[in-house]
């Protein structure tokens, strides 16, 4: 079955701390990817998306994603995060040809001041 | 622009009756869908809509219905609620119908509550 798995389900950080968080797709055609957050009590909002080109993209808020091909993979980074970024985080795909948008199940990031 | 926009925000219902659950964008989206919330399983595809008149099945589509009648508006319809419907419900719009070459936009959500 198609599925897009976020294997860090909590993850606590102190503040100024680097942040990667996974995201791992089992479709095997060409895909679409995209990175939510959602903060408490709010609707989701676009991170960072991507289609084509470089693999590494850069979203807003300091964040990105680099797209591994071979490993089916799009793993989100920032640096360093700020107790601001506490939030829960979905990574989601869709195939190029297709109609149906996939999301993983979330990962709940808290950040510590 | 309003955006998405999704009206109730709460809502309570008691095992057996119906309700629906409206969603309007003002974006001329082609695309509108709606996903269902629940705690550590992410959100699930209930059901969307290609344009006007064109609707199919997500993931979670049973106990729910849909239509498309304008491209603005795109209603979900519980017709007998059941307690496991009890969920966060997101109503989402984008340009492209095809490969999800633009991203979805939101809405606020309704938290739905089945006793």
């Known amino acids: 079955a198609q599925s897009v798995s976020q294997h860090n389900h909590h993850v606590i950080l102190s503040e100024a701390a680097s942040l990667e968080l996974g995201c791992n797709y089992s479709?095997?055609?060409?895909?679409?990817l995209f990175w939510y957050v959602q903060y408490p009590g709010q609707h989701l909002q676009l991170l960072l998306k991507?289609?084509?080109?470089?693999?590494l993209v850069k979203g807003i808020k300091g964040f990105e994603a680099e797209f591994i091909k071979s490993k089916f993979s799009f793993n989100l980074r920032k640096p360093s995060v700020q107790w601001s970024d506490t939030a829960e985080y979905f990574c989601?795909?869709?195939?190029?040809?297709?109609?149906?948008?996939?999301f993983g199940t979330g990962t709940s990031l808290t950040v510590i001041p | 622009n309003a955006g998405v926009t999704q009206t109730p925000k709460f809502q309570v219902l008691k095992t057996g009756q119906s309700m629906t659950l409206q969603c309007a964008q003002d974006?001329?989206?082609?695309?509108m869908s709606w996903y269902r919330q629940d705690p550590g399983m992410g959100l699930r595809l209930i059901h969307y809509?290609?344009?006007?008149?064109?609707?199919d099945q997500g993931e979670v589509p049973n106990g729910y219905n849909v239509s498309r009648s304008t491209t603005e508006d795109f209603p979900l319809r519980l017709l007998s609620a059941a307690p496991s419907q009890t969920s966060v419900y997101f109503c989402?719009?984008?340009?492209?119908?095809?490969?999800?070459?633009?991203?979805?936009?939101f809405g606020p959500g309704t938290r739905l509550t089945v006793t």
């Open positions: 989402a719009s984008s340009y492209s119908r095809l490969g999800g070459s633009y991203e979805q936009y």
């Open positions: 479709y095997g055609g060409t895909v679409n």
């Open positions: 991507y289609f084509s080109g470089d693999p």
């Open positions: 989601a795909v869709i195939l190029n040809t297709g109609n149906q948008f996939y």
């Open positions: 974006m001329n989206h082609e695309y």
């Open positions: 809509s290609v344009g006007a008149g064109i609707t």
